[in-house]
């Protein structure tokens, strides 16, 4: 197996020549003995003669003719049942030579010659560019991240310019955006919509006859000044509005809010104190959460709670939950007793004391064969209780007026003349920004002829000027990174190094998904970035500054493929315990993994395995993991018996390899491959299917049907280097949990088989448990490096690696190995290199 991967990487590296040569010398040969007699000059079955095929791959119906042979194959189907068949061994060598040629063949049709060429902005790159650029933030619905339609993917990056087209539509849906965003960024008189704040005072409720039936049971009680809360959620019922609306909106418009609870606790027998969630219906959720808070403020001294989030007018009724509920509330009968008092109750229409008492019966444990309560019930001493005093909204919020973005654009003030000569000023200080680099006068030219046809027909300062802006925000100038080269076509002019404003949008792009801030364009001013010790310390500034969680939000998400983590849900009726905090979580881990990692500047080795794991309480209670509280991430040592660490032991990775009842190894092994060491494995043939589940009258394990899938010489070649990595990974569940035992699918009670996730990997070594898998994987950490690395690299120049880079990326690994294995050290190398710096 050694040697086959050893035959795929020459093939990748060679030349055409070469390839011509293994064709005559290995392929050629095989061809001639085992399908000519059908498929040659005499008997041309299915239209096809393999002695007309070349090793040029480059040609459309070559490449097609190959694929079809590699599929017969594959299939069986080819040599005929009755004819001498080919030895897996020569399948196997057919199969990966058709398979590196068409690699090779496709890498050619991308490739850039080692060039970066002018590429797109994707729309985070667009959303974070404007925003840096006039000072904005985004409500919801009012971000291009919202409107814009998602990118496609090339070598795993929405990055890759190959990948970022620019159709008539796409353009029209960038004047739209661009549009909304100038009608927000420069504003006329007073704001439509003033900051009010609105407050829920908790007595209301229970002093509102129409809604009393909320504090009708002992978990909810009116008490002086608020609510007593130990179970169940309040509700604002129409009274939280903004002035002069009706229901239940509090966001008259799209912006910002300030929600605020105030209020006190008592913690449980447990020392925990009561957690309140704050939600919010909507239409695309049910109840949306907005803050969730642990209330550790005494219950006679409460205090505010606040945060500050984006809010729609779509928001409806505002609610809030205790979330560590005691569960008094039970649905039981009512007794005698209770039904004679309702029905007295009732014929004087007194319906909300019929709800109360009804509700008081079924909290204090009355039952049909009861006459009295049941202490145990009336006894909350030992539950968490919560004091809400009142919620306020208060918004939406504006940090200053006129807006910053106001300001920054029309720079001076009221008072200023609004003519052309102010218009050319605004865009000679806004178009260099924008188009992140010096630019010639009469480049406002343009720009300027547009705001002077508004101007013209009569529209006002303002509103020519958003044309303008509009205009400047579509321009290909600021829509793409434009590295120019004046001397021939890009593709065949020699390569260049790039001038200092270039090397600051390549730097910002690659770390910040955004324009250079103002330190960068000073340093390209004065012609400082070309030195490695000054772009040596810029990623360290950069990896410190905040906007390093675009970093993480743009490669880290895409590189761990957090996106596909919930492509199934697990089985409510097999896994009972997976509920929407534990959903959350999965998805979260890695990428809390992956910013602690990078912050902390710890080794990259550790996404392997690790001694430690970053967490909240629902994790640690899933990977049971003791003395966690709370919905925080935060790093965790490991108790020493447990198998978590690293990204293979993380719950997401696994319930991504799944669909929702089994696990699915061959997309756990793909993942492996592909996320840590960047070999994606060959295509399977078409037709091939999947694995199929358990059938009526059998229980085999997933293992137990992979082998017999290898029965198959021809789906044995793809499975020996694939199963392995599956496999090992059979002790985790569906939802990634730890079992020693099968579960999932029809694997239940007590007879269930043990898991074997025993194997032996493509390089010889064999293993018995996942630790041991584990362990082997980490002795190929200059394997896991180089992907790494490549996979960096692909990220910050927009393109597909090349042979060119090898030395690059040889010196990066080495770096690292020599180093501290961090994403700093990396980083650095990346950039202080020739080729980050070339055009």
Not at 133 to 143: D, I, R, Y
Not at 467 to 496: D, M, Q, W
Request: net charge negative; with cysteine.
């Amino acid at each position: 197996m050694l040697d086959r991967i050893l035959f795929v990487a020459a093939a990748l590296l060679c030349t055409p020549a070469a390839f011509a040569t293994t064709f005559d010398d290995e392929i050629a040969p095989l061809l001639k003995q085992y399908c000519m007699d059908c498929h040659g000059p005499q008997e041309a079955q299915g239209k096809l003669r393999v002695d007309e095929l070349t090793a040029d791959f480059s040609r459309r119906d070559n490449a097609a003719a190959w694929i079809e042979v590699r599929n017969m194959i594959h299939l069986g189907e080819m040599p005929p049942a009755d004819e001498p068949q080919l030895p897996a061994a020569a399948i196997e060598q057919v199969s990966v030579w058709i398979a590196a040629q068409l690699r090779a063949a496709e890498h050619a049709q991308r490739s850039t010659g080692g060039r970066v060429l002018m590429r797109r902005l994707n729309r985070r790159e667009y959303t974070h560019s404007v925003a840096d650029l006039l000072s904005m933030k985004f409500p919801v619905g009012e971000s291009p991240l919202d409107v814009l339609p998602p990118e496609g993917t090339a070598e795993g990056f929405d990055k890759v310019s190959s990948a970022l087209l620019l159709d008539p539509s796409l353009m029209t849906n960038y004047y739209r955006v661009a549009r909304r965003i100038a009608d927000r960024a420069i504003v006329d008189g007073p704001p439509e919509y003033p900051t009010e704040t609105m407050r829920l005072e908790f007595e209301d409720i229970a002093d509102s006859r129409a809604i009393r039936y909320l504090v009708r049971r002992l978990g909810m009680t009116p008490v002086p000044g608020g609510l007593e809360l130990i179970e169940g959620n309040t509700r604002s019922f129409g009274l939280l509005n903004y002035p002069g609306q009706r229901g239940n909106n509090v966001a008259p418009t799209n912006g910002f809010y300030r929600f605020t609870l105030r209020a006190g606790g008592v913690p449980g027998a447990d020392g925990q104190p009561p957690r309140l969630r704050v939600t919010q219906s909507h239409p695309d959720d049910a109840m949306e959460a907005i803050m969730e808070v642990d209330i550790t403020a005494p219950i006679d001294q409460p205090q505010d709670y606040s945060v500050v989030v984006p809010r729609d007018t779509l928001g409806g009724e505002l609610s809030v939950k205790l979330l560590n509920a005691t569960g008094l509330h039970m649905s039981q009968r009512p007794g005698e007793n209770f039904i004679r008092r309702n029905s007295e109750l009732g014929k004087t229409g007194d319906f909300a004391e019929v709800l109360r008492i009804n509700g008081r019966k079924v909290a204090e444990g009355w039952s049909g064969d009861r006459s009295t309560p049941d202490p145990d019930k009336l006894d909350v001493s030992t539950y968490p209780r919560a004091f809400l005093d009142y919620l306020e909204v208060e918004g939406p919020l504006y940090d200053q007026w006129p807006p910053q973005s106001h300001t920054k654009v029309l720079f001076r003030g009221d008072d200023a003349t609004e003519d052309l000569e102010y218009a050319r000023a605004i865009y000679a200080r806004l178009l260099p920004l924008a188009w992140r680099r010096p630019i010639a006068p009469e480049e406002t030219d343009p720009i300027l002829q547009v705001v002077a046809t508004e101007l013209e027909q009569g529209e006002s300062f303002h509103e020519a000027i958003r044309v303008g802006l509009a205009t400047t925000l579509t321009s290909p100038k600021f829509l793409y990174i434009v590295e120019a080269n004046h001397a021939t076509a890009a593709r065949t002019s020699p390569p260049r190094p790039l001038n200092d404003y270039e090397l600051a949008s390549r730097l910002s792009y690659f770390l910040w998904s955004s324009m250079p801030d103002a330190e960068l364009f000073e340093l390209a001013r004065r012609n400082r970035l070309n030195d490695a010790a000054t772009l040596s310390a810029q990623v360290d500034r950069m990896l410190a500054d905040p906007k390093a969680e675009r970093f993480v939000d743009g490669f880290a998400r895409q590189w761990l493929r957090t996106d596909t983590f919930l492509s199934f849900t697990p089985a409510e009726y097999l896994y009972r315990e997976y509920d929407e905090a534990l959903s959350d979580a999965v998805v979260r881990e890695p990428l809390e993994f992956f910013r602690t990692i990078l912050q902390e500047q710890l080794s990259v080795r550790n996404f392997i395995d690790s001694d430690f794991v970053v967490i909240n309480k629902r994790l640690a209670r899933h990977y049971g993991i003791d003395g966690v509280n709370g919905d925080a991430f935060r790093r965790v040592p490991l108790p020493a018996d447990s198998p978590r660490g690293g990204l293979l032991a993380m719950a997401g990775v696994h319930q991504a390899g799944s669909d929702g009842r089994r696990t699915k190894p061959i997309a756990r092994a793909m993942y492996v491959r592909e996320v840590l060491f960047n070999d994606p494995p060959d295509p399977p043939p078409p037709n091939v299917g999947e694995i199929e589940p358990n059938i009526r009258g059998q229980n085999l394990t997933v293992r137990e049907r992979l082998i017999q899938h290898q029965q198959i010489d021809a789906c044995a070649i793809c499975h020996r280097s694939l199963d392995p990595y599956g496999l090992a990974l059979e002790n985790f569940n569906v939802i990634g949990a730890w079992r020693e035992l099968q579960d999932g699918e029809n694997f239940r009670g007590g007879d269930r088989p043990a898991i074997d996730p025993s194997g032996r990997l493509p390089n010889g070594a064999e293993f018995q448990s996942f630790v041991e898998f584990r362990a082997h994987l980490l002795e190929q950490d200059d394997r896991f490096r180089r992907a790494l690395a490549e996979k960096l690299l692909i990220y910050a120049l927009g393109r597909p690696i090349e042979p060119s880079d090898d030395a690059t990326l040889s010196r990066a690994t080495d770096t690292m190995a020599r180093g501290d294995d961090t994403f700093h050290t990396l980083i650095k190398s990346l950039v202080t290199s020739k080729v980050f710096a070339t055009k």
